[in-house]
């Protein structure tokens, strides 16, 4: 599963320097986010956001720091996946008000106040924690507090995706990285790593300019292989990178990055989301599928935004290939695969 993409080993801008196009320098995929992206003018069509997930055996939770150009969002959401009950606050806030992401992520605390909900996301030397005051719908209080690790030498994959030169998009995906901490609602207290059972962080920083109407795939995961020794983290994408040149593909093992330089096959049903959703490498290298147990349905319709996504966590089994051939099996490790249709 080699890729013949360009893989940068050093820092570079994101835009030339009247911060409307693409630096030629910035094309291509890093193990570590490189990227300043220095992104100016055009409001409207820029988007950037931080968007956090924790993935244990029976709880996901989801944190989102976002302005997409017409509209700012912070959100945690969580379900318990043994019974179906999500809970969690949405608050938008209109032209991003109250919402600052700097051109360098994790460069500086992520903060949001607000009657309903209060957040923070602050980068450490060892990684990030995520601290969320909220109140629920029923009224009772909701709390986060956890930590996902950032172990030595864990890589992630960073890749700009070109459409053209003034619409792209740099996406810093992370998966497979340690959690811990807890999630309170009311009396109720949910425990993530440690002793309570092994807990993953992902993340997805997003930052560039999008096409007005888009979808995409995107998948992840991560847990211990079938051999109970090799950790695996999965990172996958689909319909969006399409004909650019570039993927958001590939698979970690034991924080080791294979980058999948061609497009994934995904197999899937719009209308029964809870049906498998399968995930295949062309010439077989990569094998995986999703056993879901909740949908994460959304869709938001108003004047010049819509957007609609089944999002659904789950289980992976099947397997991968590392760049230098070797094949990992994976059997109920925990994920999520999504289909997102905007027009934003």
Known sequence: MATAEHEITAPVDLCLPDGRR?????????????HTANLRGRRFRTKRWDYWAVLGDDLALAVTYGHVGYLGVATVWWVDLRTGTEGGRDVPAPLGR??????RPGAEPLRFRSRPLDLDLTDDEDGTRLVARWDEADGRPGTLDVHVDQPPGHESLNV?????ETLFQYTSK????????TLRVGDVVHHLGDDDGPAWGVLDVGRGRWPYRTRWNWGGGAGPATDGATVVGLQFGGRWTEGTGATENGVLVDGRLTKIGQELEWSYHWDRPLRPWRVRHPDGSLDVTLTPRHDRHTKVQAVVLATEVHQVFGTWAGHVTTEDGTVVRVDGIGGFAEESRSRW
């Open 98 to 103: 109250g919402l600052r992401l700097p051109e």
């Open 160 to 164: 700009v995706i070109p459409w053209t």
């Open 174 to 181: 992370h998966q497979a990285r340690p959690a811990r901490g």
């Open 22 to 34: 693409l630096a030629p320098a910035a094309r291509g995929w890093s193990r570590r986010p490189l």
